[in-house]
């Protein structure tokens, strides 16, 4: 038997600081390369800035699942439960609001240690649906929703700096 060296936690308010660096330091590192250096510093400096992400944490409507490989802090999940795609209203829906991996554990397992606390949640608190939004262009991140069984159910726009793009809306029925 192999046991993993991820473990998960529930973030709580005293982790917020750390959320919101690593948010920044992960999107940063993921997305830099395929947006303008204007639209990276734009989005950073004005929708995506520490004080707001430090205040994300704590929100009841809010759940944050830190991840640890062999101890050191590998990634995160925010899950959301609130308002919904009109093509999900009528259902108990969690969204995967973000799910970040520190670039040095990618391929590592903390994604998908993530991804199973989070469905395992949905299921626990008894929701029909969990869905997320991916960026069209994140092939990466589309296949490994792909592989634990999401499909797409619409699209919705993301305002990066002053880049408006398609994210695809991606869902998994429980």
Known sequence: MT???V????ATESDAELIADMSRSTFYETF?????????ELFLKEQFTRPRLIKEVGVPENTFLLAYHNKEVAGYVKLRQGDVPKQLKGLRALEVARIYVVKDFIGKGVGKELMQASIDIAKDRKLDVIWLAVWE????AFSFYNSWGFEKFGTQVFLLGMDLQKDWLMKKLL
């Open 32 to 40: 830099a390369a395929y947006n303008s250096s204007k639209n990276m």
């Open 3 to 5: 046991i993993s060296p």
């Open 137 to 140: 262009k994140n092939d990466r």
């Open 7 to 10: 473990t998960i936690r529930f």
